[in-house]
């Protein structure tokens, strides 16, 4: 059982390049979501999933898209990588939205974009 | 909407000493749940608590434990004999019931450093 899994752990862009940062669980959680943690503000909220086929936007979706084929999977794409992007982001899973289960985070990806 | 507010940047604590770390928030919802989380440098987010708010009784796990003032909207994380391995960042969530309302809120953080 591995858990939150994300990848990659580091990644350096230039400003104007796409990628993808990879996500999965093998918890078989109903709901995932992606934050972005940067210096002072704690955590903030991209987009979430409540279900395969069903994303909405977070606090701060501008420059993201997501997309959930599968339980298991949800990528976080960046379209066109900006240094606004430069942050450290966190994958988290839980049981269905609306519980008090915890999220499990995954590991977190460093960004950088240059 | 919610809000979660963490008034302490950093705080100190001696090892084996008691440390309380504040969080105050605000919600609409009836039905909530309040998280701590530790982070420690590995970034690893580490869910030390949970608090349902229609329970009036405080979780304790094991030297961590929390006040919960649903009244006046506090929970505050309070470290019983402090050790090192408890130098992390702390974070305040709030959680609500379904949709949107089931993401976490975070505070901005806590920093607790243990002195030996």
């Known amino acids: 059982n591995a858990g939150v899994t994300q990848t990659p752990k580091f990644q350096v862009l230039k400003t104007g390049q796409s990628m993808t940062l990879q996500c999965a669980q093998d918890m078989n959680h109903e709901y995932m979501s992606w934050y972005r943690q940067d210096p002072g503000m704690g955590l903030r909220l991209i987009h979430y999933?409540?279900?395969?086929?069903?994303?909405d936007q977070g606090e701060v979706p501008n420059g993201y898209n997501v997309s959930r084929s599968t339980t298991e999977d949800f990528p976080l794409r960046l379209l066109s990588a900006a240094p606004s992007q430069t942050s450290v982001y966190f994958c988290a899973s839980s049981r269905p939205a609306g519980y008090s289960y915890e999220q499990y985070f995954g590991p977190g990806t460093r960004l950088t974009v240059t | 909407a919610q809000t979660v507010t963490q008034s302490q940047p950093e705080m100190s604590v001696q090892e084996a000493e008691t440390v309380t770390l504040s969080c105050t928030y605000d919600?609409?919802?009836?039905?909530?749940?309040l998280f701590w989380y530790k982070q420690p440098p590995s970034r690893q987010m580490i869910l030390v608590i949970r608090q349902e708010a229609y329970k009036q009784q405080n979780a304790t796990e094991n030297r961590f434990s929390v006040n919960f003032q649903k009244a006046a909207k506090s929970f505050s994380l309070k470290i019983s004999d402090s050790q090192l391995g408890d130098a992390a960042m702390y974070f305040c969530?709030?959680?609500?019931?379904?949709?949107?309302?089931?993401?976490?809120?975070f505070g901005k953080g806590t920093k607790l450093s243990v002195k030996p």
């Open positions: 969530a709030s959680k609500g019931y379904g949709g949107s309302q089931g993401n976490l809120i």
């Open positions: 919600t609409s919802e009836s039905d909530y749940y």
């Open positions: 999933s409540v279900g395969a086929g069903i994303t």
